[in-house]
């Protein structure tokens, strides 16, 4: 009996590895090309929105942002044009929204990767990844039509409850409809809920398993692990699921529409009827003309420059929040 033994693989010939480099540029023009793309189609959308929208802005000014009555038909006298109001409607039924779905949105995701027996974790996330894909208009539908009417008693004894407080008697004030920033925060945290849960639960599962056991060899309770291991490898993580979640709550608009009440209004009273940017527009903009249409184009141009801003500051907390744990460690 003889042995035989296995040469080596060959070297790789020139004419081969002058193709992988040839696969590798075009590998890397590829990515770049796509990545450019990207930039090219925000630049093209900016500058033609902003082309559209100039009318207005130059009518209005700095007002635009600053001014918050809107007034396309006046009496007598100009029309005005003020973004302010709708501004913060946007604000604070988005701010509503995470307030709600975050927390919820964090502990399904860990229950999911840390406690969820196998067997149910498919199901879970299946139901999870079809509520994503509800269109909005029925969550619009069922908010103004159950949500809305359902949430009147609630809000009203919560009112009864604390509307002698100061600070909490100007946050929950009157009660006239249930169509107001609540609800619609309501609705936006059910819409937004799965997409910080699916993403969140992705982030979750990245996390080394010798970080997790680790943490429990030294003792650590399974709280103590989650807090020590798995929230400072996922912060970043996190962080991108939560302003995502918050881009689709400020760009809503039927849902929103439909149970925010639509009136110009700059209260803290959360159980008031207000406005957003996004509903504004699709409420109005088949009744506009001229300046008209241009100040709602302008609105939507307000829109994308509060969500730029809010990710860029959401990557600077997470640069220096990654920093400071690294840091620490």
Sequence with gaps: MTL??????????????GSSALG??????????????????????????????????????????????????????????????????????????????????????????????????????????????VPSVVFGLWGILVVAPAL?????????????VPVLGSLFGPVSTGRNFMTAGIILAIMVTPII?????????????????????????????????????????????????????MGETIAVALVIGGSTNITANLFASGNTMAAVIVQQFGESTGTYTAALIGLGVVLFAMTVLINVLAQVVVRRAEARMKGSR
């Design 24 to 133: 590798d540029r075009v590998f890397s023009w590829w990515t770049l090309g796509t990545g450019l793309l990207v930039l090219a189609v925000l630049g093209l959308i900016l500058i033609t929105t902003v082309t559209e929208a100039w009318p207005a802005f130059d009518a209005m000014g700095l007002r635009f942002i600053t001014e918050r009555v809107w007034d396309p038909n006046p009496a007598t006298g100009d029309a005005i044009f003020g973004a302010l109001s709708f501004a913060y409607g946007t604000a604070v039924s988005s701010l509503i929204a995470l307030l709600f779905a975050v927390p919820v949105s964090v502990g399904i995701a860990l229950f999911l990767t840390e406690l969820a027996p196998r067997r149910l974790r498919a199901p879970a996330v299946t139901v999870i990844d079809l509520l994503a894909a």
């Design 197 to 249: 849960t699916s993403i969140t639960r992705e982030v979750f599962g990245t996390v080394p398993r010798a970080d997790k056991d680790a943490a429990l060899a030294l003792g650590a309770t399974r709280w103590e692990m989650i807090w020590g291991a798995v929230f400072p490898h996922s912060f970043g993580g996190v962080v991108g699921a939560v302003m995502l979640g918050l881009g689709r709550a």
């Design 152 to 164: 009147v008693p609630v809000y009203q004894g919560i009112h009864n409850l604390v509307g002698g």
């Design 4 to 17: 035989t033994t296995k040469s080596p693989d060959p070297r790789p010939t020139l004419a081969q590895r």
